[in-house]
């Protein structure tokens, strides 16, 4: 599941909010969120998780491909 963290953009977002923050934002929160801590990695899964039972209801109807729901059953 590691490549979920890299196709996910929740770690962009997370250090792009804390940039829109301005003066605000400390060197202390850019480094916690570098470091990837565990409520970014567990939205990282979940997002990832929920597109991919969305493409696999999409490509059962258009059978198109299989899925990572697919892969993880086999």
């Known amino acids: 599941m590691q490549i979920v963290l890299v196709s996910s953009d929740v770690p962009t977002f997370t250090i792009i909010s ?3 923050m301005g003066m605000i934002a400390t060197k202390e ?7 990837g ?18 493409s696999h209801k999409e490509s059962k109807m258009l059978l198109i491909h299989i899925s990572t729901n697919d892969a993880i059953k086999y």
């Open 18 to 20: 804390f940039v829109g």
């Open 29 to 35: 929160a850019f480094d916690w969120a570098v470091n």
């Open 37 to 54: 801590p565990k409520i970014v990695r567990a939205c990282s899964k979940i997002i990832r998780l929920m597109d991919d039972m969305d």
